[in-house]
């Protein structure tokens, strides 16, 4: 871990990230080396490395504490960071972290039928491999779409993709999903492996495709 003396930095409060609610890491790590490199060449003119050298590191300390907030590590990122919490989470976390972790994760639970022909529940992973985009609030909805549950997924009428509804009321919707051990898929295979939606419900409710209550993602 680099724990060297800070020799120059951005002043208070920082820079501004360009399109923060669109950037992804690869640009965001470009737009930062940039400016990077011309503050180390600009440190470098300057002399700012030669003794005596002024040292930023307490003054960066002070302004947090100033703002109370303490100095501290990161933390490291994991797996359970991209466990999407459908129930918490709202549509602009999930977004977030979709553009900063790679692709999110959750664990939904489907009927199956076992040798004897009863029915019985099995849970699955699901890798978010396509992106999420969320639909625009101001295009009006149909009506059953609005009281399905967040965390809930169901399917566009033609079985194109997935759309899960989320807690601060915003709709996203996939193309794209895998199942550990399997392949990248399209919306309109994954329903039929894991009847994401009821097989007698050909025409939807509403002009969507799911079964109430079932397949919540956790």
Known sequence: ???????AQTPLPGVPIPFPDSIKVPEL???????????????LREGLFVPPVTDYSSQAAQALEHRGRTPRHARKLGLEDKHIR???????????RGRTLGALWSN?????????GQQVWGTHKVIWTGHFERLDPQVPREEAQRYIEP????????????????????????????????????????????????????????????????????
């Not at 939904?108 to 040798?115: C, D, G, K, L």
Request: net charge negative; hydrophobic share 40%.
């Open 1 to 7: 871990m680099d724990g060297g003396q800070i020799l």
């Open 29 to 43: 790590r470009n737009y930062a080396g940039q400016l990077g490199a011309e503050m180390l060449v600009q440190s």
């Open 86 to 96: 459908w129930g918490a989470w709202t549509s602009d976390e999930i977004l977030r």
């Open 108 to 116: 939904i639970t489907v009927p199956a039928f076992n040798q004897a």
């Open 151 to 218: 965390g809930i997924p169901y399917a566009t009428w033609d079985k194109s993709a997935l759309m899960i509804n989320t807690v601060d009321g915003m709709t996203l919707k996939t193309k794209a999903l895998t199942v550990p051990g399997g392949k990248r898929g399209g919306v309109p295979q994954m329903i039929a492996k894991y009847s994401l939606v009821d097989p007698a419900d050909q025409e939807g409710d509403g002009g969507v495709l799911y079964y109430p209550g079932w397949n919540v993602l956790t």
